[in-house]
């Protein structure tokens, strides 16, 4: 505070020069373009990196159902080829049981032929009573 003629008064800031004040508002403009040049550069990256990785999930999808495709199809080669063989085996089966109830017939028929063999020569001898042919039978 000066006293100028027994009055205070205050004294007053001076105003800045006029050019301080458009260096001042330039400078905040320069500051205001370069932030919205560097927003619209981040959005663009972010935009293209969306886009990208949109481009990336539909290929990555369109590979994951090849190959569930594939594999779908490779497991319905494999039960026909499954079916087709447990098929051939049963078939296979079916034939060692049908030849072996064949040679089980046959052994029986034999084993039957042999014990009426038996039984009749038996009837001769006990007939005839003949212990010389029942000796000459036995060996």
Known sequence: MSLI???E????TRPRPY?????EVKKKEFKDRIDAWKEAKHTKLMNKLRKRENAIN??????????TMEMKKT???LERQRSAVLKKMEETISDINKKADEKRARERQST???????T???DKTRDSRSQIRFKLCLS
């Open 75 to 77: 497991e319905n080669e």
């Open 5 to 7: 003629s027994g009055v």
């Open 19 to 23: 050019n301080d004040f458009l260096d």
């Open 120 to 122: 009749r020569t038996a």
């Open 112 to 118: 039957m032929n042999t014990i009426a063999k038996i």
């Open 58 to 67: 539909a290929w990555e999808h369109k590979q994951t159902w090849k190959a």
């Open 9 to 12: 008064t205050m004294s007053m």
